[in-house]
């Protein structure tokens, strides 16, 4: 961090400032504390080698009555000994008896988000400046143009509503109200199916709903919207009804609008006050839908029609999703493998929490028999709440159409960042290998021995083709054990690969 600096920038590795954001900064004085001519000495006794703190001890400075410690994250150049480090305060104490004020002081720390591109697969390296001029205008800046409700990045605009759920419009006309909607409802099932009491009483309307404004932009706008309801506390006796007793649960959702990005993340934090639940977060379609689409296992499944069932148990139309799930129009893009219902033809829904108390039951509504024994699970009611994460992407088309797979691809792999430990002044870049190609998805990437492993996956059901472009000489293919096959031809730093439909292709890279 440039000392003193009130202004804080970031340079690439070609030495251009970059777009940056301020979304916070550390507090600097860590602690102050009131000592005399000989308690001052105490702090040596805290200081283990250069270690103070958890922080590394850079320089002290004795004034009048006043000794600081400047700390930080790493040395830096300046030699400190503690012996004589004590012996000069000791000797600053004997001139001055009397009241001295001790001060740690931490370095300047400051947490910006910055707009940085880098090569596929690769790094590049970024400094802190001193700023004396405005930075760059992001493309597609973040505003957040009424009263702190309101986010809007020339593609995306979103708006809180009333009860917290959120008004999303598109440039292009696509708008859904109604978006995050939570609903709460009984559970009488167990770990491993759902079942609804015979007289559930669903909670879908908070008790009261707070919004706060964290950041307004320009890379980054954020919303907090905390809704409280009051839920059941769990089931009656008979499994056949919630209780009537009810508890506080408090929802806290962060709302984020990023530049230059056509969709919207949300972060769903909930507090788990109730037993025997099912908690889902509810998204309406763009326009009516009647089958859905979500992305598993190298392939995308398309689900409509009767729910699926079979060997004792009552179909319901519950389905699994990895990367996404797609409906009417809109996008749900996701961190990890969900359970989703498109519920009716304008709504899919995605379970935020399951909160049961059986491994199996041995009388489940929808099931015949067991599915393994009836052992109490208290931890699976969840007691400690439950985070959820998605991103929400309005679009009005069919999913291949809206780029659904980049949007869940960038959504999902967010970028690595790392402290450097070169000199202050060392910068650069490498790119790593890129893959092109319509519905082409890069599925893994590993070293094996001396070579690279590249699996990649059509996503698609028609025919396309790869490009694959880097730095080698040889590619065969091989098969989903390593074995090499067929040698492909290279032609410069690129190889072309022809891919059937949902075909998934193995490469040694050399």
């Known amino acids: 961090m440039p000392e003193g600096a009130d202004d804080v ?82 000797a600053a104490a004997a001139a001055r008896p009397g009241p001295w004020t001790l001060r740690l002081v931490d370095e300047d720390r400051r ?87 015979a007289r559930d009483d669903l909670v879908s309307e908070p008790t009261s709903v707070e919004v706060t404004l964290l950041e307004s932009g ?30 506080t649960a408090c929802a806290r959702t962060v709302v984020e609008l990023r530049a230059g990005e056509p969709f919207v993340r949300l972060r769903v934090d909930v507090d788990n006050p109730a037993r025997d639940h099912r908690l889902r977060l509810h998204v309406p379609t763009a326009r009516p839908a009647s089958e859905s689409a979500a992305e598993g296992q190298f392939a995308v499944v398309s689900r409509g029609g009767p729910a699926e069932g079979g060997w ?46 059986q491994i199996s039951r041995n009388i489940h509504p929808l099931r015949i028999e067991p599915a393994g024994p009836e052992i109490a699970t208290p931890k699976a009611q969840l007691p400690g709440g439950a985070t959820y994460e998605l991103a929400i992407l309005p679009h009005g088309e069919d999913w291949s159409s809206a780029d659904t797979l980049g949007a869940a691809e960038r959504y999902r792999h967010p970028f690595a960042t790392y402290e450097g430990a070169g000199a202050s002044d060392a910068s650069g870049s490498a790119a790593g290998l890129r893959v092109d190609g319509d519905g082409v998805t890069l599925s893994s990437l590993r070293r094996r021995g001396d070579h690279l492993e ?57």
Do not use: K, M
């Open 218 to 247: 320009p890379l980054r706008g954020r919303l907090e919207v905390v809704r409280r309801y009051a839920l059941p506390v769990g089931l009656e006796a008979d499994l056949d009804a919630r209780t009537t007793q009810t508890a």
């Open 9 to 90: 920038g970031l340079v690439d590795a070609d030495g251009r400032l970059v777009p940056v954001q301020e979304v916070a900064r550390h507090p600097r004085e860590l602690a102050v504390e009131q000592h005399d001519e000989a308690s001052i000495l105490e702090i040596f006794r805290r200081v283990h080698r250069r270690e103070l703190f958890g922080r590394q001890v850079r320089r002290i400075r004795i004034g009048d009555a006043e000794l600081t410690f400047d700390l930080g994250r790493v040395a830096g150049a300046a030699t400190f000994d503690p012996v004589l480090a004590e012996a000069e305060v000791a």
């Open 312 to 357: 004792g148990e009552e179909p319901i139309p519950t389905y699994p999703a990895s990367a996404f799930v797609d409906a009417g129009g809109v996008s749900l893009l996701l961190t990890q493998p969900t359970e989703y219902e498109l519920c009716s033809d304008r709504e899919l829904a995605v379970t935020v929490l399951r909160a049961v108390g």
């Open 111 to 197: 947490i910006l988000v910055a707009s940085v591109s880098c090569p596929p697969l690769g790094w590049t390296s970024v400094a802190p400046v001193a700023r004396n001029e405005s930075d760059p205008t992001p493309e597609g800046a973040v505003s957040s143009p009424e009263a702190g409700d309101v986010l809007s990045n020339g593609l995306l605009t979103v708006a809180v509503e009333p009860a917290g759920t959120l008004r999303l419009t598109t440039t292009s006309g696509v708008e859904l109200t109604g978006v995050g909607r939570l609903v709460d409802g009984g559970d009488r099932g167990d770990t491993y199916n759902y079942a609804p009491p």
């Open 454 to 510: 590249l699996r990649l996956v059509a996503q698609t059901d028609r025919p396309t083709t790869a490009l694959v472009t880097g730095d080698f000489s040889a590619a065969p293919r091989c098969d989903l054990r390593g074995r090499p096959g067929e040698e492909l031809a290279v032609r410069g730093d690129t190889i072309e690969l022809a891919l059937g439909p949902w075909e998934i292709a193995t490469l040694q890279i050399r």
